[in-house]
């Protein structure tokens, strides 16, 4: 079962930027993909953005699209977030999930019990 681990978070003024990590450990699949969801308190988790195996296809969503770039590590398992431009609607609990294919972390469905501990990103105005 994999679990990532997720570090970078922090509070910054609007138009600054942060730059999240995770790493993946434990046992997994021979490749993977890996993505970045986040969630604010009373609503429901939203993806953010996801990025195959190997890096050739990366996926995001419309809000944060031209503002947040999703790469992998030379190191499969690790996965990075970086966030330019941010506003205080990015304020959120940012969480790192993995799953067979791209497109089943754009629509929500990682692998059971991949989700990762979370870290806070809080944009102030």
């Known amino acids: 079962q994999v679990q990532p681990v997720e570090s970078g978070g922090g509070e910054v003024q609007a138009g600054g930027s942060l730059r999240l990590s995770c790493v993946a450990s434990?046992?997994?699949?021979?490749?993977?993909?890996m993505g970045w969801f986040r969630q604010v308190a009373g609503k429901e988790r939203e993806f953010v953005a996801a990025?195959?195996?190997?890096?050739?296809?990366?996926y995001y969503a419309d809000s944060v699209k031209g503002r947040f770039t999703i790469s992998r590590g030379h190191a499969k398992n690790t996965v990075y977030l970086q966030m330019n431009s941010l506003q205080p609607e990015d304020t959120a609990v940012y969480y790192c999930?993995?799953?067979?294919?791209?497109?089943?972390?754009?629509?929500?469905?990682?692998?059971?019990?991949?989700w990762g501990q979370g870290t806070q990103v809080t944009v102030s105005s």
């Open positions: 999930a993995c799953a067979s294919w791209g497109p089943l972390l754009v629509q929500g469905n990682p692998d059971v019990g991949s």
């Open positions: 990025i195959s195996w190997r890096g050739g296809n990366l």
């Open positions: 434990g046992r997994t699949s021979s490749d993977y993909a």
